[in-house]
C-alpha cells in the first residue's frame, strides 16, 4: 500500500468518526429551543366557546382544552377540548395560543413538558384560567385531579383532592396582543418553563386535529363560533353520548365556583387498600337576609288645571262707506251773437 493510499484512507477514517462524534453529541443536547411557529394569518380568531367538560374516560387521562386552528380551505376551525394519555409520568400541556406579531397573528404550537409555560392569558377553562394548570399535579408517579374543575361521571378516581382555582381574566377572547386582544405577558415561571426540555403533541393529538379539519361543521364559517362539538370524551371521536356542543356563555362556566377549605394539604398517594379520607369541610353558615325595608310611595301631587281664558270676542269693525265724490259741472261756453246786434250795441260817435 502505498503512502497515498495510507493517507486517504486514515483521512476517511477520521472524517467517520468525527462525523459520528457530532451526531452523538447533538443527539445528547436536549431540545432547550422556543416553540414552534407553524402558521400567520392576518385576521384574529373568534372567542373561545363555552362548553360541558364530558366525564374522563379513566383514571390517568389528562384534560387537553380546544383551541382554534386555521387551514387555507377551511379558514378557522375548532379543534375539541378532549382527555388524552401524556407521552409519560410527571409531563403537563401548555395549550397553543395565537398572538399578534408584525402585523399578523402567530400561532404557537402547545407542547408537554415539567412545567406548564406561557399561553397567551387566555382562560380555556376546565384548570386553564390563563396562567398554570390548577386542574391537578403529579404525586409520586400518579396523577392527582382537583375536583373543582374535572368531571368524573361514573369513573371512580381515588387520586384527588380539591382547591379553589384562580382566573387570570374572565373573557373569552382567544389571541394576545393586535386590535382587541388580550394584554398579556410571560411572567418569570412561564419563561422559564419556556426554555425547558418540550416534548411534541402526540400522535392521538395530532389524528384529532387533522380529523377536527376535515369536519364541514367545525369551521367558524359554518358555526358562527358554536361548534356542534366542542368537547369529546376521547380524541377523534365526533360521534356519541359524550359529544358537548358550545352553548351560550351564560348558560355554563369554564370553572366551577371556587369553595373556600378550612386547610389545603399536598395531595399524597393513597394506599391501595386504604378508602378515601372525608376532607373537613366549613360548616354552612346562616345566610344574612336583608331585612324589609318599608316601600317608599310617592306622594299624591295636586293635578295641574288649566286656568280658564276669557273667549277672544272680534272687535267691530267700521264699515266702509264710500266718499262722495264732487259732481263734474260743464263750464258756460258765451254764445256767439250776430253781427247786427254787435254794431247796434256801439255807441254813438261825439
Not at 398572538?99 to 404550537?109: A, M, R, T
Not at 389524528?207 to 364559517?221: E, F, I, Y
Request: net charge neutral.
Amino acid at each position: 500500500m502505498t503512502f497515498r493510499s495510507r493517507f486517504c484512507l486514515r483521512t476517511i477514517l477520521f472524517g467517520s468518526t468525527l462525523i459520528a462524534g457530532l451526531v452523538l453529541v447533538g443527539a445528547a443536547i436536549p431540545a432547550r429551543a422556543q416553540p414552534p411557529l407553524s402558521l400567520s394569518v392576518t385576521i384574529g380568531p373568534p372567542e373561545i366557546p363555552v362548553y360541558d367538560q364530558p366525564p374522563i374516560p379513566e383514571p390517568g387521562y389528562i384534560w387537553t382544552p380546544g383551541f382554534w386552528q386555521w387551514s387555507p380551505d377551511a379558514g378557522y376551525f375548532w379543534v375539541p377540548g378532549t382527555w388524552v394519555l401524556p407521552p409519560e409520568a410527571g409531563l403537563l400541556w401548555t395549550p397553543p395560543y395565537w398572538g399578534w406579531s408584525d402585523g399578523v397573528y402567530l400561532f404557537h404550537d402547545g407542547y408537554w413538558g415539567q412545567s406548564v409555560g406561557y399561553y397567551g392569558g387566555i382562560n380555556y377553562g376546565y384548570g386553564y384560567g390563563g396562567n398554570g394548570y390548577q386542574g391537578g399535579r403529579w404525586h409520586d408517579g400518579d396523577f392527582v385531579y382537583n375536583r373543582t374543575v374535572n368531571n368524573f361521571g361514573s369513573v371512580p378516581v381515588r387520586n384527588s383532592y380539591e382547591a379553589a382555582v384562580k382566573v387570570r381574566n374572565h373573557s373569552h377572547l382567544s389571541y394576545v396582543g393586535g386590535v382587541g386582544g388580550l394584554r398579556s405577558t410571560p411572567t418569570a415561571g412561564e419563561r422559564s418553563a419556556e426554555q425547558e426540555q418540550h416534548r411534541p403533541a402526540t400522535s392521538e393529538q395530532s389524528r384529532h386535529s387533522v380529523a377536527a379539519g376535515q369536519t364541514p361543521a367545525l369551521a367558524a364559517s359554518h358555526n358562527n363560533g358554536r361548534p356542534a362539538i366542542a368537547a369529546t370524551a376521547r380524541p377523534a371521536q365526533f360521534e356519541g353520548a359524550d359529544i358537548k356542543p358550545a352553548r351560550p356563555a351564560a348558560a355554563v362556566q369554564h370553572a366551577a365556583p371556587a369553595r373556600a377549605l378550612p386547610v389545603e394539604h399536598p395531595a399524597t398517594r393513597p394506599e391501595p387498600a386504604a378508602e378515601p379520607r372525608a376532607e373537613a369541610r366549613p360548616q354552612p353558615q346562616p345566610e344574612a337576609r336583608p331585612q324589609p325595608q318599608p316601600a317608599a310611595r310617592p306622594q299624591p301631587q295636586p293635578e295641574a288645571r288649566p286656568q280658564p281664558q276669557p273667549a277672544a270676542r272680534p272687535q267691530p269693525q267700521p264699515e266702509a262707506r264710500p266718499q262722495p265724490q264732487p259732481q263734474a259741472h260743464p263750464e258756460p261756453r258765451a254764445e256767439a251773437r250776430p253781427n247786427a246786434e254787435r254794431e247796434h250795441e256801439k255807441k254813438p260817435e261825439l
